[in-house]
């Protein structure tokens, strides 16, 4: 297939070549003490928080749409091929996975794309921009589980807290579990895209950053912000990010998920700033229907962003100081929770916990990105493949 930057063949070839048969096979499986050889999409900026675990194995590929950004990835991997274009990325020979770090409106396609070859894949967050998308996500996963290792960059998933919380809950801590609540704090101020403002530098393809979203007019809004927080500077807006419910929402959401064992939600309900058709809203209150499963009942859990929050269980815990947590309320008590830390409150008359019997601690996941590589080569299992993670983010 020929390139093109033509924006409408983009998003037509790439839907159709993401819905497709796979059409190589993957050949890391059976190579334990091998290295992996894998491509790094957008190469900077989050990317670097990676560079180091990646150094471990091959990297063979480099591609991001700031030429400049390339030349700093090809300085910690002088090896690697680069690349600007996605899809010929892709194409190299010899690939066994991808590492992708671009945008966020490009996720599901790039993903979508690489598991339809076979490849492996580590995303990070959101894998998608909306329900159709993360249903496309983990329905191409759920085709290629077999063969593939996929995990969701919300890498502080591997923090001993997220255990410890689930094994808490489960085994009745709090008595029978009621009520859920997440929240973030974030706020934001934008009324609309930003305006035409001169035109790209030379060394940045603005047609490959913008890839499947609707034409905008280039602005360098768009790649301002100190590296590893540049999303900021792009998420908020509708074509390009979902704000807070895809940024910090998936590691908040991820806390609730993990210790519910969730599903897609039954009933939604949501109330926030009027809809505005250019930004996401800065306030929003979702309530979702969890279904029950085989160790608790049905269940609500809440999202709130830009500032609600549940009320405190107690005078102690100031629950406007936790930018990002969640709250736990059972029968008999309630737990409070950020990502390393976790409030234990008992409640009524069954207050010492003589009922709970901590069961044995599930041992560290180690290092996340080292949990996917291992899956990679040998049992293909991760705590935060597509078929978890897809449902997440398509509930967000």
């Not at 809950?169 to 035409?196: C, F, M, S």
């Not at 030379?202 to 540049?230: K, M, R, T």
């Not at 737990?335 to 409030?343: E, K, L, S, Y």
Request: with cysteine; proline share 7%; hydrophobic share 35%.
């Amino acid at each position: 297939m020929k390139l093109t930057n033509n924006r409408r063949q983009f998003i037509t070839t790439t839907l159709l070549t993401g819905t497709s048969a796979s059409i190589l096979p993957t050949t890391s499986l059976g190579l334990s003490n091998q290295k992996l050889n894998i491509a790094l999409i957008g190469a900077h900026g989050r990317a670097k928080m990676h560079y180091h675990d990646l150094k471990t194995q091959n990297v063979t590929a480099l591609c991001d749409v700031n030429t400049h950004n390339l030349a700093l990835a090809k300085a910690e991997f002088p090896n690697a091929k680069t690349y600007q274009d996605w899809r010929d990325c892709l194409d190299h020979p010899g690939l066994d996975a991808i590492v992708c770090c671009t945008t966020d409106h490009t996720h599901a396609f790039i993903s979508i794309w690489a598991m339809n070859r076979g490849l492996h894949v580590f995303c990070e967050k959101p894998v998608a921009e909306c329900v159709h998308e993360a249903r496309l996500v983990r329905q191409t996963y759920l085709k290629n589980r077999h063969r593939l290792a996929t995990q969701h960059g919300t890498q502080r998933h591997a923090h001993p807290n997220f255990d410890r919380l689930s094994e808490m809950i489960r085994n009745g801590a709090i008595g029978e579990l009621k009520d859920v609540h997440t929240w973030g704090n974030r706020t934001h101020q934008i009324t609309g895209y930003p305006t035409a403002n001169g035109t790209p530098p030379a060394h940045i393809n603005y047609d490959l950053w913008l890839g499947p979203a609707p034409y905008h007019p280039y602005n360098p809004e768009y790649f301002s912000g100190a590296p590893g927080a540049n999303c900021l500077q792009w998420n908020v807006y509708h074509d390009f990010g979902s704000w807070q419910v895809g940024d910090m929402g998936s590691h908040t959401m991820d806390l609730a998920w993990n210790a519910l064992d969730a599903d897609c939600p039954t009933q939604i309900a949501a109330k926030g700033d009027a809809y505005h058709p250019e930004v996401c809203p800065s306030t929003l209150s979702c309530r979702f229907d969890i279904p029950a499963n085989d160790w608790r009942d049905a269940i609500r859990l809440t999202w709130n962003q830009g500032g609600p929050r549940p009320n405190s269980p107690s005078k102690a815990i100031d629950l406007q100081s936790i930018g990002h947590g969640a709250l736990f309320k059972g029968t008999e008590g309630i737990i409070v929770a950020d990502f390393r830390n976790r409030f234990l409150i008992p409640m009524g008359d069954r207050a010492d916990l003589s009922r709970f019997t901590p069961p044995t601690p599930r041992p560290p996941i180690g290092g996340f990105m080292q949990q996917w590589f291992t899956a990679c080569k040998t049992n293909l299992k991760t705590d935060c493949d597509f078929d978890y993670a897809g449902k997440m983010i398509e509930t967000l």
